[in-house]
């Protein structure tokens, strides 16, 4: 089964303002675990010594938090449409 995306109208029930900080903070923190992972794949030490499975776990990891770096730039570019 696929993912399914819900799209409701926010405009006049959320804050706009609080929506935009709370979504940068959510951008700041995928960043910071993008660039843990990145610095761990890119380590050839880690994935020289590393099971596979680990280094296979850690890959997935990291194209999880793009997609969701992904959908929170969307949901900046909403929040900046909200004000």
Known sequence: MGDVEVLVGLRGLV???KEADRVEREIRRA?????ALEKKLGS???VERA?????????GQM??????????EEARQLAS???
Not at 31 to 35: E, F, P, Q, R, T
Not at 67 to 72: G, H, K, P, V, W
């Open 15 to 17: 804050d706009a303002t």
């Open 31 to 35: 960043d910071k675990d993008l660039a």
């Open 44 to 46: 050839p030490a880690f």
């Open 51 to 59: 099971k596979p499975e680990i280094v296979a776990e850690a890959k």
């Open 63 to 72: 194209e999880a938090l793009r997609r969701t770096r992904a959908r929170l």
């Open 81 to 83: 449409e909200l004000a």
